[in-house]
């Protein structure tokens, strides 16, 4: 054979029985002693408790195909000259190159160095070590093991906290893209899972659960659960709560996230134990939850502020036609209740919501001698009257909130009928926006079934009457279906926020 087998076994080792799942190394040489010698010498190696996991290949050709299917390999034996003399340059160059695999350590081991000199070899090609066979008793061949086993291990880890930094930059932007607490408390579950799930081979499953704390009671988020009383909850979640910091126990974790306006704890338990990288990306993630659910307070404190100032704005505007500063808020709640019951997300009802106090805006630009006129109103007042309606449609068109776009969209429409006879462009069913045509119902019912100071509220049967006479004519059919089959949820919006006038009428 062209190399001597330089592997001088100084320890008489048995051939193993069995092995367990360990350490991948690959001898690639075309003289099988050398697989044999090498094996033998290293039966009963172990690093961090893992023993060695033996791949073999005879060629460069044949190491080539069996590199490609093969993962996680640590450390590459690689003979230089094989069936040709610098083949094992050539598995280099493809194991670098072509495979970008940059975390495997290759050993070149020669019994010819003068047909690849070792600076050369060193300089031109990204290997960890070079070794001339004659070098390598069993003991040197070892210690040759356990350097390139650590230093393929601290890469492993290395790029397994890189892998799991990127994890948390992607689901902290998961979380800061949600505006509303529970679709933030949704999204947040889902990036922990993924965070949990380091390792692209190994899938855990995750339990997990998150909650409100609120008087001294835990109430579920997202689950149909009873609330919890705080003293008999986990020992882990009151843990979490007496520290006021994230508690990591075994298999088991709770983070902590507080500010201003939310208490949350999320209560995760795997079915494997949590190790040090996973505690620490998970705090890590923690602080970016407390900073996003602090970015959803700020919304919630814009959006109660601008529900306030848009309340205010109805309330002027019907408190200058003498109407109730409630009536905005009745019609509101109606205009929410109909948003849900035709199954339209959180955030759309709330924005719908919130833009249908502007309906009567217009009424602004209507001069007081005919918006206060106590009689009946002239056909020329009526047609001044009618033009509130593209008057609060106008007013609001323009602005690039969507708040004001929807309320443009309903001051225009809400006068619009189901039968073309409304006001101001005359559209007919479908063609007048949904928005205007919730907003239309919504506002009669209020205003005939509520008190006035100038009157008393019709009885609800003759309010009822009204609307199923116009069904199809002034009213959607299917929002006044879902009125009467709805019905005892509009009138306790109607009572929990009615108009109380004493001595009135």
Known sequence: ??????????????????????????????????????????????????????LHAYSAAEAKALLATTSDL?????????????????????????????????????????????????????????????????????????????????????ESNRQGLEKVIEASKGIFEQRALRQFVEGAQTQLSALLNLEDSQIYDVKHLAYEVRDQELEPLLSDEPPLRLNEAPVILRHAMTRGANVYDGNQMVLYC?????????????????????????????????????????NEVIGDNQREIIYRIGELVETRSKESGLHVKRVALYTELFCQLLGMNEERCELIKRASPLHDIGKVGIPDAILHKPGKLTPEEWEIMKTHAQLGQDMLSGSDLALFQIGATIAGSHHEKWNGSGYPRGLRGEAIPLEGRIVALADVFDALGSDRCYKQAWPLDRVLELIETERGQHFDPQLVTLMLANLDKFLDIREQHKDIYIGAH
């Open 74 to 158: 640590a450390l590459l034996l690689l003979d230089v000259v094989m069936e040709a003399d610098d083949a094992g340059l050539e598995v280099v160059k493809f194991v670098r190159d072509e495979l970008q695999n940059k975390m495997v350590r290759i050993v070149l081991r020669t019994g010819q160095p003068g047909q690849a000199p070792e600076d050369d070899v060193v300089t031109n090609y990204d290997i960890n070590d070079y070794k001339d066979k004659t070098e390598l008793t069993s003991q040197k061949l070892r210690t040759l093991l356990r350097a390139s086993l650590r230093s393929y291990r601290d890469i492993r880890t290395l």
């Open 258 to 298: 507080q500010n201003a306006r939310h208490h949350l704890l999320f209560h995760i338990e795997t079915f494997r134990p949590l190790n040090q990288m996973d505690t620490g990306l998970l705090s890590l993630f923690t602080e970016n939850i407390i900073v996003a659910l602090e970015n959803i307070r700020l």
């Open 1 to 54: 054979m062209d190399d001597q087998i330089l592997i001088i076994d100084d320890d008489d080792l048995p051939l193993p029985v069995s092995r367990q799942a360990g350490w991948k190394v690959m001898i690639v040489d075309d003289e099988p002693e050398v697989h044999r010698i090498t094996k033998i010498t290293l039966s009963k190696f172990e690093f961090d408790g893992k023993p060695i996991d033996f």
